[in-house]
C-alpha cells in the first residue's frame, strides 16, 4: 500500500510559502469545465527553492509565472515548481469534469446543478494549491456558465459584478474580504427556488438572508430561514458575536456526504436539513434542522474567522461548535432532553468508537485519510470535553476565555493548545492537567464506593479511575474529572449539591453534616464522558428516579435500572431459568407515567428502553440472542404491566399538538403493540388521521417490529403517496431496514433495484445500508453471516464511487470485538474480502487494516 501513508501531528511544520489573494475563475462547461486560478504567492522560508501545490484528479492546461510559462513537475497528487523569488503571481489553468465525480468532493453536479465540497481536501480537486487550513487567502471569483440552466451563480463574500454574455451565457463576481483557507471555498450554479428575509444585527446592519432549495419546494425552506434568524439572535445574546458579511446563504443539495458544510457566507446543506413541512417532515427532522442551521452559523466565528492550524485540531473548531450548538437548542427547548440525546451520542456510538480499533484522542496524532476523523469522537466527545470546561469555569469566566481567544486569534490558524491558553490566561483557573483531555483515547471508568458513618454524621466517596489502553496508546494517566453530585436524604429531600474536582488515580471525599445515609446521583448530567461503576440497589435507583432534582439523573437511574433488569435475565436465560422482572421496576415505570409534573418528553425519553447497541456498550461481551430475548421480554413485561396506563396516556394526548405530546404518545402507542395485536388497530387509524409526518411515521414505526398485513398495507400506502419524494421515501426505506421480520434482509437485498433507491446518492445508502447496519444488530448479526454479507458487498460498490461513505458505514464491521468467536471470524472474513480489493480507497484501507491489527 504505497498510497497510504499515515501524517503525524508531531511533524507539522509551518508553511514555507504562502498565498495572500486568490484569483479563480471558473468557465462551467460540463465535461470541458475550465479553472484559472490566479494565486498571488509569497515565500516565507527564504531557504525554500521548490513550490509544492496539492492537486488530486485534473488535467493541467497551462503553468506561469509573473505572465511566463514555467516548467513543473507533476506528481500523482501535487505538482512542483523551482523558483527563487520572494513574491509571484502564479496563474494555472486546469479542467475538470464534475459529471463525472462521483465521490461529492470538489467540484460536481447534484441534480444538474453545480456545486462544491472542500472541507477537508476537496479544493485540490479544482486547482493545484496549498490547500492546507493555515494558508489563508483573500478570494475573488468569477463565475460563467449557461443562463438558463444555471440562473444563480454563487460564491462566498459579497457579489460584485454581473452581467450577460454572448452565446446566451451569463458570469457574476464574487469577493470575500476575509481571509480564508481553501477548504471554506465554495461555489454554486444553478436552478432553484429562492426564499430570502432579511436579519438587522444588533449593531443595526441589514444582513440579506437566502435559502436556495430544489423547484417546488419553496414552501419547505420556511423553518431553515427562521432557525437561521434565530441563530444570528442567539449568537449575539449568548456570546456576543455578530455577523459579519452583508449577505448569508444556504443552499440545500440532495447529494451530500454529511449534514452541511460552513462556507464563509455560503453554507451548502444536505437537503435533509433543509426542507421541512409538516406533512413531510417529523418534529425530530424540524429538530435537526434548527440544530444543524445554528452549528453552520456558529462556524462562522468558531471555525471560519478563527481556524484550525492543521487537520489534527479539527475539534477546535468541531468540538466547540457541536458544543455552541447543542446550548443553543437548550436554550431554545428542553435543556434535559437535548442533554438525553448528547449523552446518548456519547455512550452508544462514541464509546463505542473509544473501545474499537479506530480509538483515538479528540485531537488525533496521526491520520491516513483526513476524512476518516469527521467522528463521534472529535465532534461530540469533542463538545463534552468543551463542556467539562464549562462546568468547571462557570458561565462567566467561560465567555470571558471565549472573548480573549478572539481577540487574540481574530484571522488566524491555531491549535487547542492556543484555546485552552485562552480559557486559562481569561479565567485564572489551572487546566493543566485537564489538557490531558485533547492527548489521551479511550473511555475513563470511574468506580465509586461509599461508606457512611452515623455516629459522626460523615458520608465518605472514594473515587478510582483508570482508562484501559486503546488500541493506539497504552500508558493512560489520571484526568481531571468535573464530578457532578447530590446527595439525597430518604424523605428525597437534597442535603448537598457540588462539582467535585477528581484529579487522582484513587481520592477519598468527606462530607460532613450529613444527618442520614443519603441517596447518592453521582456523576449528575453526564458531568464528564467517563464509564461511572457504582454498585446502585434496586431501592436507591427508584429513588433517584423520583425525587433526583436532575431530569437527566432522574432518566440516568431509569436506564441503570431498566438495564440491570435486562441483564439479570441474560444471566437466567444463561442458566436456563424463568425470566423475570422485579414489581419495584415496574411500578417505578407506572408512577413516571403517572406522574402529572414530569415533562411528555422526558417520559418519553424513559419509555424509550435503551437500544441493543446501547446495551451492548454496557457490556465486555454478548450474547447477542440472549439479549434480544430479555430486552423484548423486559419491554413487554412492562408495557403489560402499564397497559391500562399505556391507553389513557395515548387517548389523552391524541389531539394535543405539540412535539412532547406527541413523542410520549408514539412511544407508548409503540410499546401497546409488545401488549398485544389488538392494539394494531390503534396504529392504522393514527397513521389513516395523520395530520403530520411524526403520526404517520410513529404509526408505522409502532408496527415496524413485525410482519403484518396492516404493516404491508400502510408501508405500500406510504410508497404511494411518496414515491417522488427522495428525502421522504428515505424515512421508508430505513422503515424496512430496520424491520424486526426475519425476511428483512431479504426485502432490502431486492430494495437494492428499487426506483427510490440509488448507491450514488449517500442520503439513500445511509437510509437503506447504514441504518440497517447501525441500527437492525439482531438481523445484521445474523448467524449465518448474510447481514455481513449485505454491508460488505455495498462497501465493495461504493469504494470506488464514494470512499467518504463507503468507510462510514463499515463502522458496525469492525467494532466486532464483543461478539462471539464464529460472529467475529464471518466479520474478520468480509474485512479480508474488502483489503484484498485491487484498487481500496485510502478511506478504507485506514479502518479495515487498523480492524485487523495490520
Ligand atoms: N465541517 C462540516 C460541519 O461540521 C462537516 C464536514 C466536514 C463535511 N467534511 C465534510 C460536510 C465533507 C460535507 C462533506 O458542519
Ligand atoms: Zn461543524
Not at 273 to 278: E, I
Not at 381 to 405: C, D, N, P, S, W
Not at 589 to 616: K, M, Q
Not at 728 to 745: E, P, S
Request: net charge negative.
Amino acid at each position: 500500500m504505497t498510497q497510504a501513508q499515515a501524517k503525524y501531528l508531531k511533524d507539522y511544520t509551518a508553511p514555507r510559502f504562502t498565498i495572500t489573494h486568490l484569483d479563480l475563475s471558473f468557465t462551467l462547461e460540463g465535461k470541458e469545465t475550465q479553472v484559472v486560478a490566479k494565486s498571488q504567492v509569497v515565500r516565507l522560508d527564504s531557504t525554500a527553492t521548490c513550490l509544492i501545490l496539492d492537486g488530486d484528479e485534473m488535467k493541467i492546461l497551462s503553468v506561469k509565472i509573473n505572465g511566463e510559462d514555467v516548467s513543473y513537475k507533476q506528481g500523482l497528487t501535487n505538482l512542483s515548481i523551482d523558483t527563487q523569488l520572494d513574491e509571484f503571481q502564479l496563474e494555472i489553468v486546469t479542467q475538470l469534469d464534475p459529471e463525472a465525480n462521483l465521490s461529492l468532493e470538489g467540484l460536481y453536479m447534484s441534480d444538474g446543478a453545480y456545486c462544491t465540497q472542500c472541507e477537508a481536501e476537496g479544493f485540490r480537486r479544482i486547482t493545484y494549491f496549498l490547500d492546507r487550513p493555515d494558508v489563508l487567502a483573500i478570494y475573488t471569483v468569477r463565475i460563467e456558465a449557461d443562463k438558463t440552466a444555471f440562473p444563480y451563480l454563487l460564491s462566498n463574500g459579497n457579489p460584485i459584478e454581473k452581467g450577460s454574455l454572448d452565446g446566451d451565457r451569463h458570469f457574476a463576481k464574487w469577493h470575500d474580504p476575509f481571509p480564508k483557507p481553501a477548504y471554506l471555498f465554495a461555489l454554486v450554479a444553478g436552478d432553484f427556488d429562492l426564499l430570502e428575509d432579511e436579519f438587522i444585527t444588533r449593531s443595526n446592519r441589514a444582513v440579506k438572508l437566502q435559502v436556495f432549495v430544489d423547484k417546488g419546494n419553496l414552501n419547505k425552506a420556511h423553518h431553515a430561514i427562521a432557525s437561521l434568524k434565530k441563530s444570528m439572535a442567539w449568537d449575539e445574546s449568548r456570546f456576543n458575536l455578530e455577523y459579519d458579511l452583508d449577505i448569508y446563504m444556504i443552499v440545500a443539495v440532495d447529494f451530500f456526504n454529511m449534514g452541511a458544510m460552513e462556507n464563509k457566507g455560503l453554507n451548502v446543506f444536505n437537503t435533509k436539513y433543509v426542507l421541512a413541512d409538516t406533512s413531510s417532515a417529523t418534529d425530530e427532522d424540524y429538530h435537526g434542522i434548527e440544530a444543524v442551521v445554528g452549528h453552520e452559523y456558529f462556524h462562522n466565528w468558531t471555525g471560519n474567522r478563527v481556524t484550525c492550524r492543521d487537520w489534527f485540531q479539527l475539534s477546535l473548531k468541531e468540538g466547540l461548535t457541536v458544543f455552541r450548538d447543542q446550548e443553543f437548542s437548550s436554550d431554545l427547548g428542553s435543556r434535559a432532553v437535548n442533554r438525553i440525546h448528547a449523552i446518548k451520542v456519547i455512550k452508544n456510538q462514541q464509546f463505542a468508537e473509544d473501545s474499537g480499533p479506530m480509538s483515538h484522542p479528540i485531537r488525533p496524532e496521526s491520520v491516513i485519510e483526513m476524512n476518516n476523523f469527521y467522528t463521534v469522537t472529535v465532534y461530540n466527545k469533542g463538545a463534552e470535553v468543551i463542556r467539562m470546561l464549562h462546568t468547571l469555569l462557570g458561565e462567566q469566566k467561560f465567555q470571558a476565555g471565549m472573548q480573549l481567544y478572539f481577540q487574540r486569534h481574530d484571522g488566524q490558524a491555531v491549535t487547542c493548545d492556543d484555546f485552552v491558553a485562552a480559557m486559562q490566561d481569561a479565567s485564572g483557573v489551572d487546566l493543566v492537567q485537564f489538557k490531558l483531555w485533547y492527548s489521551q483515547s479511550g473511555t475513563p471508568v470511574v468506580t465509586v464506593e461509599e461508606d457512611y458513618d452515623e455516629v459522626n454524621a460523615c458520608y465518605r466517596l472514594t473515587i478510582k479511575q483508570t482508562t484501559p489502553e486503546s488500541a493506539e496508546q497504552k500508558d493512560k494517566q489520571a484526568l481531571h474529572i468535573p464530578f457532578d453530585l447530590e446527595l439525597l436524604s430518604g424523605q428525597g429531600e437534597s442535603m448537598l449539591s457540588a462539582v467535585i474536582d477528581v484529579k487522582q488515580a484513587s481520592q477519598e471525599f468527606i462530607f460532613n453534616d450529613i444527618t442520614e445515609k443519603p441517596v447518592p446521583s453521582l456523576l449528575q448530567n453526564f458531568s464528564a464522558p467517563v464509564k461511572l461503576v457504582f454498585d446502585y440497589s434496586i431501592e436507591q435507583l427508584v429513588h433517584l428516579m423520583r425525587f433526583a432534582s436532575s431530569e437527566v439523573a432522574r432518566w440516568e437511574a431509569s436506564v441503570t435500572l431498566v438495564s440491570q433488569s435486562i441483564w439479570d435475565n441474560v444471566a437466567n436465560l444463561q442458566l436456563n431459568q424463568a425470566m423475570h422482572v422485579d414489581p419495584r421496576v415496574v411500578d417505578a415505570y407506572r408512577g413516571v407515567l403517572l406522574s402529572p409534573s414530569l415533562d411528555l418528553a422526558l417520559v418519553a425519553e424513559i419509555f424509550t428502553l435503551p437500544s441493543v447497541s446501547a446495551l451492548i456498550e454496557q457490556a465486555e461481551s454478548v450474547e447477542l440472542d440472549a439479549l434480544g430475548t430479555a430486552r423484548d421480554y423486559v419491554a413487554e413485561e412492562i408495557a403489560t404491566a402499564c397497559e391500562d396506563e399505556l391507553v389513557t396516556r395515548y387517548r389523552e394526548l391524541a389531539g394535543v399538538d405539540n412535539a412532547a405530546a406527541r413523542a410520549l404518545k408514539n412511544t407508548c402507542l409503540f410499546l401497546l403493540q409488545k401488549v398485544s395485536d389488538e392494539y394494531q388497530e390503534y396504529a392504522e387509524d393514527q397513521y389513516v388521521q395523520a395530520a403530520n409526518m411524526t403520526d404517520s411515521l410513529g404509526a408505522l414505526q409502532a408496527l415496524n417490529g413485525e410482519a403484518s398485513s396492516v404493516r404491508t398495507r400502510l408501508m405500500a400506502d406510504y410508497e404511494s403517496k411518496w414515491k417522488s419524494t427522495p428525502l421522504v421515501m428515505d424515512k421508508w426505506l430505513t422503515l424496512h431496514a430496520t424491520c424486526g421480520d426475519d425476511k428483512c434482509l431479504e426485502t432490502l437485498v431486492a430494495l437494492t433495484d428499487h426506483e427510490s433507491f440509488s448507491y450514488s446518492n449517500p442520503n439513500r445508502v445511509r437510509s437503506l445500508v447504514g441504518a440497517f447496519a447501525a441500527g437492525n444488530l439482531i438481523q445484521f448479526h445474523d448467524i449465518e453471516g448474510k447481514g455481513y454479507d449485505f454491508l460488505t458487498d455495498a462497501i465493495i460498490k461504493l469504494n470506488k464511487v464514494n470512499p467518504q461513505v463507503a468507510a462510514r458505514i463499515i463502522t458496525p464491521l469492525i467494532q466486532f470485538k464483543k461478539f462471539d468467536s464464529s460472529r467475529q471470524a464471518m466479520m474478520k472474513a468480509s474485512l479480508e474480502r474488502i483489503l484484498g480489493l485491487p484498487d481500496l480507497s485510502k478511506d478504507l484501507y485506514e479502518k479495515v487494516s487498523k480492524a485487523l491489527g495490520l
